[in-house]
T-cell receptor, first 114, second 116 residues
Framework: GDSVTQMEGPVTLSEEAFLTINCTYT??????LFWYVQYPGEGLQLLLK?????DKGSNKGFEATYRKETTSFHLEKGSVQVSDSAVYFC?????????????FGTGTRLTIIP | GAVVSQHPSRVICKSGTSVKIECRSL??????MFWYRQFPKKSLMLMAT?????????EQGVEKDKFLINHASLTLSTLTVTSAHPEDSSFYIC????????????FGSGTRLTVV
C-alpha cells in the first residue's frame, strides 16, 4: 500500500541554520505531495504542496521539490527561525475511482534554539 | 480562507461515558470529512471517512460501534466516542474537504480527550 517515510526526529538546530527534513513515498499511482506543520496544541496547517513531478512547493521560506525519480519530497529552508519550531508532517494524496486517502509520515519534531 | 472549527478543544470524561466531538466547516461546504487519531509522538491515523448523508467508511481495525460518526449536513460532522475507556485517551483531529475544485484538506485544531 501507499506509505510515507520521513526523517525521524527530533531535530534541533540553531537559529539561521539550514534545514533539511527528508521524505520519501511509495504509491501505486501518481500522488500529490504535501508538507503540513503542527504547532503545539493545534491541528495541522498546510505548509506547501506539489501536485506533479518536478513541481516545487514553497511557502514562508520553506521549499520542497517533487522528485519522481527518487520518490522524494524533501523539505528545506535556508535560514530557520525560533518560530519554525513545530512538528512537520510529510503526506501523500492519491485518488482512485472516487476513493481518496491522505497518508502521513510519522512527523519530525523541529526545535530551533536562539 | 477555508476554516474548520473543532469543538471542544479539550474534554475530560469518566470511564463508561460518551463524548461527542464536533467538526464544522465555517465558510465552505464539506462533502467529505475525515477523522484522525494522533498518538503521542506518532503520526495521524485515519479512523474513518464520512460523506454527507451516507454512512462513514471506517479504516481496518477501527470499531465503528465505538466511534460513531455522523455527517448530517455539508457543514457538520460529529464523532462520538461511546463507553469511553482510558485507552481511548488521545488527540482527535478532523479534516474537511471542500466540494469540487482544488485540493482542500482543512484541518480542525484538534480535541484532546482524557478518559479517567
Amino acid at each position: 500500500g501507499d506509505s510515507v517515510t520521513q526523517m525521524e526526529g527530533p531535530v534541533t538546530l540553531s537559529e539561521e541554520a539550514f534545514l533539511t527534513i527528508n521524505c520519501t513515498y511509495t504509491a501505486t499511482g501518481y500522488p500529490s505531495l504535501f508538507w503540513y506543520v503542527q504547532y503545539p496544541g493545534e491541528g495541522l496547517q498546510l505548509l506547501l504542496k506539489a501536485t506533479k513531478a518536478d513541481d516545487k512547493g514553497s511557502n514562508k521560506g520553506f521549499e520542497a521539490t517533487y522528485r519522481k525519480e527518487t520518490t522524494s519530497f524533501h523539505l528545506e529552508k535556508g535560514s530557520v527561525q525560533v518560530s519554525d519550531s513545530a512538528v512537520y508532517f510529510c503526506a501523500s494524496h492519491i485518488s482512485n475511482f472516487g476513493n481518496e486517502k491522505l497518508t502521513f509520515g510519522t512527523g519530525t519534531r523541529l526545535t530551533i534554539i536562539p | 480562507g477555508a476554516v474548520v472549527s473543532q469543538h471542544p478543544s479539550r474534554v475530560i470524561c469518566k470511564s463508561g461515558t460518551s463524548v461527542k466531538i464536533e467538526c464544522r466547516s465555517l465558510d465552505f461546504q464539506a462533502t467529505t470529512m475525515f477523522w484522525y487519531r494522533q498518538f503521542p509522538k506518532k503520526s495521524l491515523m485515519l479512523m474513518a471517512t464520512s460523506n454527507e448523508g451516507s454512512k462513514a467508511t471506517y479504516e481496518q481495525g477501527v470499531e465503528k460501534d465505538k466511534f460513531l460518526i455522523n455527517h448530517a449536513s455539508l457543514t457538520l460532522s460529529t464523532l462520538t466516542v461511546t463507553s469511553a475507556h482510558p485507552e481511548d485517551s488521545s488527540f482527535y483531529i478532523c479534516s474537511a474537504r471542500s466540494l469540487g475544485g482544488n485540493y482542500g484538506y482543512t484541518f480542525g485544531s484538534g480535541t484532546r480527550l482524557t478518559v479517567v
